[in-house]
């Protein structure tokens, strides 16, 4: 268990786009290295499943509701994972989060997840 860290967000117009970032912080005591990464957003009722990356960024899967819009990818000099997202939508407004697991297919279920970023509120407006 431990947090990662993540930046980007804010306000955006929509039909914009922007850029998420997510990497480890000193309280998860080691690298993304050994991890595949995967985004959510928490609307009203749900946290919703976005993408994720496997460890070697070679795998990477998004959920239908998105995957037209979205990239995720992973930048291992920086330790670094990226969510971008473009024609962005007033719906698209929520909290984000990053995920951390050692198995990539468990990323699709929050239960499993142990690892989160702290969140970071993206709002589209119209």
């Known amino acids: 268990q431990g947090q990662l860290l993540q930046s980007g967000g804010g306000l955006v117009q929509a039909g914009g786009a922007l850029r998420l970032s997510c990497t480890a912080s000193?309280?998860?005591?080691?690298?993304?290295?050994?991890?595949?990464v995967g985004w959510y957003r928490q609307g009203p009722n749900k946290r919703e499943f976005l993408a994720a990356i496997?460890?070697?960024?070679?795998?990477?899967f998004a959920s239908n509701a998105v995957e037209e819009r979205v990239t995720i990818s992973r930048d291992k000099t920086k330790d670094t994972v990226y969510l971008d997202m473009r024609l962005l939508k007033p719906e698209d407004t929520a909290v984000y989060f990053c995920?951390?697991?050692?198995?990539?297919?468990?990323?699709?279920?929050?239960?499993?997840?142990?690892?989160w970023g702290q969140g970071t509120q993206v709002t589209v407006s119209s």
């Open positions: 000193a309280s998860f005591g080691r690298t993304l290295a050994g991890y595949s």
């Open positions: 496997g460890q070697s960024g070679a795998q990477t």
């Open positions: 995920a951390a697991h050692t198995n990539l297919s468990e990323l699709r279920i929050p239960g499993f997840i142990h690892s």
